[in-house]
């Protein structure tokens, strides 16, 4: 993957991403290890976690986020293993589809369990550890969804729209502290998951049609992006929302 520009003071910080093992989450934690920092991900795949930390020497605990005691002693440990935290990227997300009208309780709240409570606590946990080192910054992915609201993701939506909301919140709350928290919205990101299961070639050439560029958002763009509002370049911007999806929105 092309990692673009180097930013020297992303060498050696602390970063913790959760849901890293595949997809946008993969190519975060490849795009942050490149830049020479101490990367500990979690997820619930563990084989594909274990590959990927074999491979690029990050460190990986297998997480079942919506168990939040088992996240926030898995970020404990991360923290430690790591000598810290520095950057927090909330990237854990599940979009599967459902029946609004059908949606029972159960479902719901798995789906807000998985995309959006994760994102307030290992964000909570993760504070600790900043306050005590004096700054940090938290990188929170929500979606385009949130605005478009496809009819088939009535949680996924609200979650992705919480998440936005939670972002200005936090931000505001902990800039005393030091910590930025900014969200970014991408469009459709070309991921196995996406191609296995909902990017065939008729829903690509519908989307080539709503964009502004016409070209594939892939993982690294994403990552890339991430990287951006990590680093001090970025240490002025905080409560934002960036969307990246080829001109969609």
Not at 22 to 36: D, L, N, P, S, Y
């Amino acid at each position: 993957m092309h990692h673009g520009a180097k930013y020297p003071d992303l060498a050696g910080q602390k970063v913790l991403v959760t849901g890293g093992a595949t997809g946008i989450g993969a190519a975060i934690v490849a795009a942050f290890r490149a830049q020479g920092a101490e990367v500990g991900f979690l997820d619930i795949d563990d084989k594909a976690g274990g590959l990927l930390a074999a491979e690029n020497g990050a460190k990986f605990r297998v997480c079942d986020v919506c168990d939040v005691r088992a996240l926030c002693s898995v970020i404990d440990d991360l923290s430690e293993r790591l000598g810290g935290i520095d950057i927090l990227v909330n990237n854990v997300a599940n979009d599967e589809r459902h029946d609004a009208a059908s949606l029972g309780w159960d479902a719901w709240r798995r789906n807000l369990s998985v995309n959006l409570d994760p994102v307030m606590f290992a964000s909570q946990r993760a504070l600790q550890v900043m306050k005590s080192r004096g700054a940090g910054s938290i990188v929170n992915l929500s979606s385009i969804n949130a605005i478009l609201a496809p009819e088939d993701l009535a949680a996924y939506n609200t979650a992705k729209a919480g998440i936005i909301a939670l972002t200005k919140t936090l931000a505001r709350a902990w800039g005393q502290f030091g910590v930025r928290v900014n969200a970014v919205s991408p469009g459709w990101v070309v991921t196995e998951r996406q191609l296995a299961l909902w990017l065939s070639a008729d829903a690509e050439r519908d989307w080539m049609k709503q964009v502004a560029l016409k070209r594939r958002i892939v993982p690294g763009d994403v990552a890339r992006l991430v990287l951006f509002l990590s680093s001090n370049e970025s240490s002025a911007i905080t409560g934002q929302n960036f969307v990246i999806d080829g001109g969609r929105i």
